[in-house]
């Protein structure tokens, strides 16, 4: 059998990369499990765990999930988060993507909060080419919603991208407002959102969890964009929000750059978790 | 789940009672209770095993005193030692001695430097000081239009330049512009950045080189999990940061990157964000994000305010009274007045271990009104009906509320709950777990 030392080293690589305590133990004793069943006890190679392991880091994630798309008339997307993960960033970049795919795209800036927020949005509508529907700062999110909501089914659009304001999840009635504007889509474009993403910054710890299951409990989260990936940071509490929540990880942000955007791949990620023990 | 772990704690703590010297596998068992939540706090890794190591030297085989149990002894080193660790006291910011005093705020994205410095220029205004604020986030759109705005609300003056515009001779100037307004605190707002992008860490190096700032001030978002250390450190090493802003702490994250940060750096938090509004900027206090980390609650204090301002006897005649049911409203008239004696109701609330991490317990407001609408109702009943309540009947009823100015409804809702409280008290008996849980369940009906 390994030495624990090994499986020390393992557990402070996992705990360092933000996974968690709770789901840190719970992955290492899936791996004794798996080794036991494999008949691998007298594997004392260090390879052997570290890929039963990842193995196991990959089982919890899942299989990579496409982003939704109505079968007629405009998806709408939903962006929503905790002040400063990189929502407007996000939009820009997602934007982008769909553009690229010659699909015709209006973002709404429903963040009518913070200061700047919607000039912001409008300098990433013009990168990306997309229309931006706005309104005053400080009016109804969910008026800019119905009104974004409008224009692309007026003119036939493919994906209407909502930009929310910021808003720590611990703010009832902040939460509420989300449910509104989340309302107000649905009243307007049947079945829509088609799509709610919450953004997680990669550096957030065990909070992450928390936002993750307060935002699912007020707007039904149906993915998660992992933002800043690009750092030092691991991103490891979308493990504990996967495993307890069942929230996937559909994209992630690597960059400031428009195309810093890629899809989620679940090996790689177990792959980066590990890599200062590779290295 | 982190009521689970406070429940933890207590347990283990339970399981340590009764012995005069802490003994070694005592300490053990509480630190690795100590060990779970730290990490569940997001400090640091390392952190914590160094932070173990140091209470177990100085938890070993001290005396716990008479008023402690050995486990409360535990959290009590625990929490000194982490309230140390975080500086001890509050920090002040250092003023040039020749005016303006500068001040670089740096940080990851998204950390919330744009609306800290806005804070920071509008406490400043408010001490009767000439703050400027400086658009130096060239880069990130609609960054310099932030500025304006939130300058313009609080009425504080924002150099500015175009965006794309080098930043470290947009903070030159911004200095310049500073001394020129006769402007005593001159605050640099910067573009966020990664701590491994060199070409952008260097250029904050230079900055500070150019304009000389008396504080550098790193931006850290209390949700930050294990990288805190990297971050933390690479900004130190650079630019040797004189202390750290903690913002986003109005949600419910521990805050361990508070203490992870100290201890890689050794530089004090100076203020910590607690809110979206403007005004939302208060001084650090190392005792209470000890607390806070740990997630026991402002116990010891609690306990200190609850022993001032409560009365003994009293406290052991209730007790008596507890036992044996007899509880009646003029002893709960009584414990009201004692409870009222302690401070604002939720003030205590949030003091109570765990309290904040309850679900829902983040909106949670003490109805101070409520409270004093039930202390009216008492108050209009005779001394008879407060010792024997069954003989309130309807037109006492009226009497009561038409005395209190309150609706019958109102005295009929708490009549019952007073029933309900007793029912309680006479199930448990005299058993010392299930009063207090009866006691508490006294409470709860206060809250909305």
Not at chain 1, 22 to 47: H, P, V
Not at chain 1, 171 to 195: C, D, F, Q, S, W
Not at chain 1, 252 to 263: A, K, P, Q, S, T
Not at chain 2, 110 to 135: D, M, N
């Amino acid at each position: 059998m390994v030495d624990s030392e090994f499986l020390e080293e393992l557990e402070a690589i996992l705990i360092q990369a933000d996974v968690g305590i709770n789901t840190t133990e719970r992955l290492l004793s899936g791996i004794s499990e798996r080794l036991k069943e494999s008949r691998q006890r007298e594997a004392s190679d260090e390879e052997v765990v570290l890929r039963a392991l990842k193995d196991e880091i990959v089982a919890v994630l899942g299989p990579p999930e496409p982003l939704r798309k109505a079968e007629e008339g405009p998806t709408v997307i939903m962006v929503v988060g905790v002040n400063g993960t990189g929502k407007t960033t996000t939009v820009g970049k997602l934007g982008h993507r769909f553009r690229a795919q010659g699909a015709d795209v209006i973002f709404g800036a429903t963040d009518t909060f913070r200061a700047a927020a919607i000039e912001q949005l409008e300098i990433w509508g013009e990168r990306a080419g997309a229309r931006v529907i706005r309104h005053e700062e400080g009016h109804d999110p969910a008026a800019v919603a119905y009104d974004t909501c409008q224009a692309a089914k007026a003119r036939g659009a493919d994906y209407v991208i909502l930009d929310t304001a910021g808003r720590l999840h611990t703010h009832v009635n902040l939460m509420r407002e989300l449910e509104k504007t989340k309302r107000v889509v649905g009243r307007e474009i049947p079945g829509a959102p088609h799509e709610i993403l919450l953004v997680l910054d990669a550096t957030a710890g065990q909070n992450g969890l928390s936002q993750a299951k307060t935002f699912r409990e007020a707007v039904d989260v149906t993915g998660i964009v992992l933002t800043k990936l690009d750092g030092t940071a691991k991103g490891g509490i979308v493990l504990a929000i996967r495993d307890s929540l069942e929230i996937p990880v559909k994209l992630i942000g690597i960059g400031e750059g428009i195309d810093d955007l890629r899809d989620f791949d679940p090996i790689e990620f177990a792959d980066a978790i590990f890599y200062d023990l590779d290295a | 789940m982190f009521e689970n772990l406070t429940q933890r704690l207590q347990e283990t703590f339970r399981k340590l009672r009764g012995k005069g010297k802490l003994s070694e596998a005592d300490v053990e068992e509480a630190l690795r209770e100590i060990r779970i939540a730290l990490l569940e706090a997001d400090v640091n890794f390392k952190v914590v095993r160094d932070f173990i190591s140091n209470v177990k030297m100085r938890a070993v085989g001290s005396e716990v005193s008479a008023s402690l149990t050995p486990g409360q002894q535990v959290i009590k080193i625990v929490n000194s030692e982490l309230t140390e660790l975080m500086g001890g006291r509050e920090s002040k910011i250092r003023y040039a001695p020749k005016p303006p005093t500068v001040i670089m705020l740096v940080g990851l994205q998204g950390s919330g430097k744009t609306t800290t410095a806005a804070k920071l220029a509008y406490l400043f205004k408010k001490q009767g000081r000439k703050p400027l604020l400086v658009a130096a986030d060239t880069w990130r759109p609609a960054a310099i239009k932030q500025l304006l705005v939130l300058g313009e609300k609080i009425g504080v003056e924002v150099f500015s330049a175009e965006e794309g515009e080098d930043p470290v001779e947009v903070a030159s100037k911004g200095v310049d512009r500073g001394k020129f307004l006769g402007c005593d605190t001159v605050i640099v707002d910067t573009r966020g950045r990664l701590h491994v992008d060199d070409d952008l860490m260097a250029e904050l190096g230079s900055m500070q080189k150019v304009i000389m700032p008396q504080e550098v001030l790193l931006v850290v978002d209390a949700m930050t999990g294990q990288d805190a250390v990297n971050v933390a450190s690479s900004f130190d090493e650079r630019l040797e940061l004189s202390g750290v802003i903690l913002t986003k702490l109005d949600g419910d994250a521990r805050g361990g990157a508070a203490l992870s940060t100290r201890a890689v750096t050794g530089k004090p938090i100076k203020f910590v964000g607690v809110g979206e509004k403007i005004d939302a900027l208060e001084p650090f206090h190392p005792d209470r994000m000890a607390s806070r980390i740990l997630g026991m609650g402002d116990i010891l204090s609690l306990i200190e305010k609850a022993e001032a301002a409560y009365d003994k006897d009293k406290a052991v005649e209730l007790r008596e009274k507890l036992k044996t049911a007899e509880f009646t409203l003029e002893d709960f008239q009584d414990q009201l007045e004692q409870m009222q004696k302690m401070g604002p109701l939720d003030e205590i609330l949030r003091m109570i271990p765990g309290m904040s991490r309850i679900k829902g317990a983040a909106d949670l407001q003490v109805d101070e009104h409520h409270l004093r609408q039930i202390e009216a109702i008492i108050n209009s009943m005779t001394p008879e009906e407060r010792r024997n309540p069954e003989i309130i009947d309807g037109s006492r009823r009226r009497r009561i509320a038409r005395g209190s100015g309150v609706r019958v409804q109102d005295v009929n809702a708490l009549l019952r709950q007073f029933n309900q409280v007793k029912g309680l008290l006479k199930q448990f008996g005299g058993g010392g777990k299930a009063k207090r849980r009866a006691m508490r369940k006294g409470i709860i009906p206060f809250l909305q």
